[in-house]
C-alpha cells in the first residue's frame, strides 16, 4: 500500500512525538532486529527506527529491505531516523490504521 500525501503527514505528526524503539547499531540489519521492528510494527503500527553512528548501513538500503521483507510503509527518513508504518496484523492494535483508512482521497 503506498501512503498518499495526506496519509503521509499525519502519520509524520503522529510519529513526531514517538522515541526511537529500534536501534541498529554495529551488527547492522540482522534477523533480530528485522524481528524487532516486524513485533514493534504489529504492536503500534508506527514506529522510529535509528540508525546508530557505529553502523555501515545506509538509511536507504535498511528502508527498502524493510519494506521488502516486512512489507512496512516507510513514511520518512531524517537524518539517521527512519519512520515506519504497517498495519497490525492484530486487530487490536489497529487504532491508528484505522484513522489512516478514512482519509484516502477517492
Not at 3 to 17: D, G, I, N, W
Not at 36 to 64: C, F, P
Amino acid at each position: 500500500m503506498s501512503l498518499t500525501s495526506k496519509q503521509r503527514a499525519f502519520l509524520k505528526s503522529e510519529a513526531h512525538s514517538l522515541k526511537p524503539i529500534v536501534q541498529i547499531g554495529k551488527n547492522g540489519l540482522n534477523d533480530q532486529i528485522k524481528t524487532s521492528v516486524r513485533n514493534a510494527l504489529d504492536a503500534r503500527e508506527l514506529i522510529k527506527v535509528t540508525l546508530l553512528q557505529n553502523t555501515d548501513e545506509d538509511i536507504h538500503d535498511v528502508a527498502e529491505i524493510l519494506e521488502d521483507e516486512i512489507g512496512c510503509d516507510t513514511v520518512l527518513k531524517i537524518g539517521r531516523i527512519l519512520i515506519l508504518y504497517k498495519e497490525s496484523a492484530k486487530k487490536e492494535n489497529r487504532k491508528l490504521s484505522q484513522k489512516v483508512k478514512t482519509m484516502k482521497s477517492h
